[in-house]
């Protein structure tokens, strides 16, 4: 088996406290994260720790429902739960978790389960939703200043009270890996090496629950390679929050700001964490009839949908590859690497 090569990047840790008066100051220290790493750690944000909590506490309720249940919300059009049904080009084999995508709007009809299933359940995911969403309108405040559109430039492209919304926040349930696994010549991916394509990604993740990691290098947002040096990204311990540039924002300042790989490693090494795993992503996706052009024109003006779609061809491909391949792989396996929830997971920002 071969050793990871690690090396110590620094992830900035950049303030939202006082945000009106500093936020000439915030913006800059956002772009120059933006342009270096494009991984960075938000705090004083204004969600408090309890609400973090309680969205984790929600997540690990509906995790713990049977199959039965949630195969009753299926996932379609970026909304509803799929179980290993997500393949990564990268790896061109099934993510081992289940994750439960949630949006603000009509993409949800259907979607949330009855409340006398999860009573409350639905209220307390879009009360923490929005919360993430008004931290989400401060970021693209900054950005939009960083280059030179009007301030609400990119919060009125995001707006999630519209029916055109996109915007997805995804609990995620990584499943306990066996710690004889690589012995038994196994590899149990957890998410496979990416980058996020939608404008800007919100990371919650538990203390303890380590394995992301991150790979700086990319220069431009249509290229797919990444080196194999990579950086541990460290669960926070106060309610700080990782946000990662995605595709979107890299196409829209004309590969100014870098959409930079990172994965939740397949534990492997000494010192790697094995026991069942949660996080919380927030993907900042543009409405439907979004226009997206940077400031320099770099690329051709698209739409939210066209982006959405551009970015599917790219990866639809080899994600059937990858597809083909888990089912030659699951033949010989057995049912335990089956797809539960079903088809082919992307376009899911991520
Ligand atoms: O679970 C994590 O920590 C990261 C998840 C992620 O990168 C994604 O879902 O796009
Ligand atoms: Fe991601």
């Known amino acids: 088996m071969t050793t990871t090569k690690y090396l110590d990047r620094a992830i900035p840790t950049i303030s939202l406290a006082d945000f009106d008066s500093r936020v000439d100051e915030i913006t800059q220290q956002l772009c120059s994260a933006a342009e270096e790493v494009g991984f960075f750690c938000v705090t004083e944000h204004d969600i408090p720790l309890s609400s973090i909590d309680e969205a984790f ?97 990119f919060v009125r492209a995001h707006d999630v009270s519209r029916p055109e919304s996109q915007t997805v926040c995804r609990l995620l349930h990584y499943f306990e890996v066996p710690s004889d696994s690589a012995r038994a010549g196994e590899v149990w991916h957890r998410a496979g090496a990416h980058t996020d394509w939608d404008l800007l990604t919100l990371l919650f993740q538990k203390e303890g629950q380590s394995g992301l990691e991150i790979c700086p290098g990319r220069e431009v947002s249509t290229s797919f390679g990444y080196g194999d040096t990579w950086t541990k990204v460290e669960p926070s311990t106060n309610g700080a929050i990782i946000c990662n540039i995605g595709d979107l924002l890299m196409s829209w300042s004309d590969d100014r700001f870098k959409s930079t790989f990172h994965r939740v490693k397949a534990p492997s090494e000494p010192g ?79």
């Open 57 to 153: 506490t929600w997540s690990s309720r509906f995790f713990s429902l049977p199959d039965e249940v949630k195969t009753t919300v299926p996932f379609s059009n970026n909304a509803g739960w799929e179980k290993n049904a997500q393949i990564r080009p990268s790896t061109g084999a099934a993510d081992r978790k289940e994750s439960y995508q949630m949006q603000f709007g009509p993409n949800m009809d259907g979607k949330w389960l009855p409340d006398a299933t999860l009573p409350n359940f639905q209220t307390s995911a879009l009360k923490f939703m929005h919360q993430v969403q008004g931290v989400s309108e401060k970021l693209m405040t900054c950005f939009a200043r960083g280059l030179g559109f009007d301030d609400d430039y």
């Open 272 to 350: 790697d964490f094995y026991g069942e795993r949660y996080s919380i992503a927030f993907f900042n996706q543009p409405c439907h009839d979004a226009k997206i052009q940077g400031p320099k024109k770099k690329y051709p003006l698209v739409t939210g949908a066209e982006f959405t779609r551009n970015a599917m061809n790219m990866y639809y491909p080899k994600i059937s590859e990858g597809k083909r391949q888990q089912r030659e792989e699951s033949s010989t396996d057995g049912p335990g690497k089956m797809d539960v929830g079903g088809g082919i997971v992307a376009g899911v920002g991520a």
